[in-house]
């Protein structure tokens, strides 16, 4: 049975999330900004990866297994490619996420 009390809801409402990593010693804003550039290419490429999977590759000039590996790198490079140059707006947020982490794993105190 699923405990509904109010007490139950102001726990889950302060619970610290378990998985935070503490920053590497030494992490710059810099250093959050790329990973979040970075990360935005990761999802980037995955949302292009599955737009190119139903595009046929048959026929006389097929180029078999060697396509797909080489289609796969293409779509890598494209996404890289939009988000270096703005992309669709989640490495900012990521970017906001890394820093408030950051702050809050350091003890400095958040902006109001």
């Known amino acids: 049975m699923v405990d509904t009390s109010a007490s139950a809801a102001v726990a889950l409402a302060t619970a610290q999330p378990r998985n935070v990593v503490a920053p590497a010693p030494g992490s710059t804003p810099d250093d ?17 990866g599955s737009m190119f ?3 046929s590759t ?3 000039f ?3 297994q060697g396509e797909s590996v080489m289609r796969s790198l293409l779509v ?4 890289k490619s939009v988000a270096a140059r703005g992309g669709v707006g ?13 702050e809050t794993v350091n003890g400095k105190p958040e902006p109001k």
Not at 32 to 48: H, N, P, R, S, Y
């Open 32 to 48: 959050a900004k790329k990973a979040a550039k970075e990360f935005e290419g990761v999802f980037l490429a995955q949302m292009l």
């Open 53 to 55: 999977e139903g595009v």
């Open 58 to 60: 048959d026929g006389p």
């Open 62 to 64: 097929g180029g078999g």
């Open 76 to 79: 890598d490079e494209y996404a």
């Open 90 to 102: 989640i490495a900012d947020n990521v970017y906001r996420e890394l820093i408030h982490i950051q």
